[in-house]
């Protein structure tokens, strides 16, 4: 079992930047594949980047080269640092953490991008 806490959201100005953390206990953090989506308002959830455990990263082409993932197994925390925000990165994002069939949610944290 994995719990999970994220931070960092809220209201930034376009071209703006933030950090988002996603703070995990309650198992071996080093072993999962952890994740950052987001869900905008009627819209489904979507996958923005992911990094393996081996620190090997992926992106939405959405988000490639403004957002940079990254994890820091001795502080069991991942980040999402997110560069040139635009109004469409406005959403609810949320940290995840796979393990085989293992899946765990945080609750997320709204980002909004707007002047």
């Known amino acids: 079992q994995v719990q999970l806490v994220e931070s960092g959201g809220g209201l930034v100005q376009p071209g703006g930047s933030l950090r988002l953390s996603c703070k995990a206990s309650?198992?071996?953090?080093?072993?999962?594949?952890m994740a950052w989506y987001r869900q905008a308002p009627g819209k489904q959830r979507d996958l923005v980047a992911s990094?393996?455990?081996?620190?090997?990263?992926t992106y939405a082409d959405s988000v490639k080269g403004r957002f940079t993932i990254s994890r820091d197994n001795a502080k069991n925390t991942a980040y999402l640092q997110m560069n040139s925000l635009k109004p469409e990165d406005t959403a609810v994002y949320y940290c995840?953490?796979?393990?085989?069939?293992?899946?765990?949610w945080g609750q997320g944290t709204q980002v909004t991008v707007s002047s």
């Open positions: 995840n953490a796979r393990l085989t069939a293992n899946s765990y």
């Open positions: 990094i393996t455990a081996g620190s090997i990263p």
């Open positions: 309650g198992s071996i953090f080093s072993v999962y594949a």
